[in-house]
């Protein structure tokens, strides 16, 4: 392959085929499986016909696929990134105009799709990857020689979830997504594992992060065509991975349907839980429901990856994110971006070990969230002496209600520890005195909960300024397609008809 190293994703792949061809890198439940010398032949087959449409090197090329679509996707992603073209992630989750968006944005020149997918009708050509792997001019690919590839160049813009506004595109280069990855295969990571199960979405940072374990890592990559607990449970006994990762969403899926009850979960060794911290109250729940897992929970972002904080949960420390990994960095500031001392609250920055990301085609916006190498998280938190990280809560949720700066998480924390409680959420809504106050969204497992009891229940677990206001009773919580509560929507579920509230 001409011009791709170690050092590029490409050069992964081509390492990873040459050394093991015949191993399985990636299984999508129901819907086949991918060898790496079967990854390696049909990447190259769809640089070549990408090349052969006109796209250059640099040029963004959108990917819009769903989860059954894994490993086209990961032809795709491969196959944009071989033709020296900058791979754009698409859940297909999205509506049609976030895609359209996003797509405007980065300057698309085309987009490949999945199966059964509509492509967006804005006059991009567009293609699914068989139809640029076959044809008459497919065998010329062999000889053909590739475009550089280089370490510094963008390989990827991912758009972040929205949860708080309009999405921006994180730009990444290869030297970024391939930091850490290992190619000698005595040191690949996860080699307790024969097969590592995730069912994370397609377009998001936490997918992306599988993606590149199904470069490097030691067990092949499983995921479900769809995820449902009850598939998700079935696929953990049937095929017994030492390593599977989560959103707390769905571990709580899981654990709510009883399903660790009724399937054998003692083959997991590590359970990994990302894109949002774990409850206290969940991690004992899933601690005992796998009795053989290292409980382990990771805290970065879309902008500040690969820096992370990795925490195996430690009932002396329930609440911790941990301390970084893998030469990242992590500080508390002021508002002033002045490092405070551990104790004191203050704004999240992380350093990331290797180049840092950036917002595409946004100067401003990155001169405000990268600086020097550091990224402004969003969120407010402390460490300890020892330096471990503690959430109090994303900037744009703490709710000032009078004099008194709230902690959601702190409050939804408390709320978890109700048995009767699956799911909670804690968000402002506007007072007349207070300016603000505080009201939860409560899911039930099961039968009826009133608002009093859990204002009750909560009494003389959290100050008074921080008892909820309002007690809203629902079926669900809205969700972004990452599995992240969007409590910018939960003010407008407490005007609807026939939900449960109560005041004082």
């Not at 953990?236 to 349907?257: C, D, H, K, Q, W």
Request: net charge neutral.
């Amino acid at each position: 392959m001409t011009g791709a190293t170690a050092h590029t994703v490409p050069g992964l792949l081509r390492v990873r085929a040459g050394q093991e061809p015949d191993a399985v890198a990636m299984t999508v439940d129901g819907h086949g499986s991918m060898t790496f010398d079967e990854w390696e032949r049909r990447s190259t087959l769809v640089a070549y016909g990408l090349t052969r449409r006109g796209v250059a090197p640099g040029d963004r090329v959108g990917l819009l696929f769903g989860s059954r679509d894994w490993i086209d996707f990961a032809v795709a992603f491969c196959g944009v990134l071989k033709a020296g073209a900058v791979a754009v992630p698409l859940s297909d989750r999205l509506a049609p105009a976030e895609t359209r968006y996003m797509l405007d944005h980065c300057a698309a020149s085309a987009v490949l799709h999945g199966r059964d997918l509509a492509a967006p009708g804005d006059g991009r050509w567009t293609a699914a990857p068989a139809d640029l792997e076959t044809g008459p001019a497919a065998g010329a690919a062999a000889g053909t020689a590739e475009p550089p590839v280089r370490p510094g160049d963008l390989a990827q813009i991912l758009y972040t979830s929205g949860t708080t506004g309009r999405p921006k595109g994180v730009g990444a280069s290869h030297a970024n997504l391939a930091y850490g990855c290992v190619t000698q295969p005595k040191r690949r990571r996860f080699a307790h594992s024969r097969h590592l199960l995730h069912a994370f979405p397609i377009g998001t940072n936490a997918g992306q992060t599988m993606l590149l374990n199904a470069l490097d890592a030691r067990p092949a990559v499983l995921t479900p065509a769809r995820f449902t607990p009850g598939r998700f449970a079935r696929l953990i006994e049937t095929y017994r991975p030492g390593t599977v990762f989560m959103v707390p969403s769905m571990a709580i899926e899981l654990l709510n349907a009883g399903l660790h009850e009724r399937h054998d979960m003692s083959g997991v060794l590590l359970l990994g839980s990302a894109a949002a911290a774990l409850p206290p109250a969940l991690s004992e729940r899933l601690a005992a429901a796998f009795p053989n897992a290292t409980l382990t929970n990771y805290y970065t972002s879309t902008e500040a990856a690969p820096a992370q904080t990795i925490m195996i949960y430690d009932r002396e420390r329930p609440a911790a994110l941990g301390r970084p990994a893998f030469g990242g960095a992590l500080r508390v500031t002021d508002d002033a971006g002045n490092p405070l001392p551990p104790g004191e609250v203050g704004e999240i920055w992380m350093r990331s070990p290797t180049a840092p990301r950036s917002y595409y085609g946004d100067a401003a916006a990155s001169a405000q969230a990268f600086r020097n190498g550091w990224v402004r998280m969003g969120d407010l938190g402390r460490v300890d002496a020892d330096g471990y990280l503690y959430l109090v809560d994303r900037e744009s949720d703490v709710v000032k209600t009078g004099a008194f700066k709230v902690s959601t998480l702190q409050v939804e924390a408390a709320l978890y520890e109700h048995p009767g409680v699956a799911e909670a959420a804690v968000f402002g809504v506007p007072h007349p005195v207070l300016g603000t106050a505080l009201a939860a969204a409560i899911v039930p497992r099961s039968g009826g909960m009133s608002a009093a009891e859990v204002r009750e229940f909560l009494r003389d677990r959290v100050a008074g300024h921080e008892l909820p206001e309002r007690v809203i009773v629902v079926d669900d919580l809205p969700r972004n397609r990452s599995g992240k509560v969007i409590k910018k929507e939960l003010p407008a579920l407490l005007g609807g008809s026939g939900l449960h509230t109560e005041g004082n």
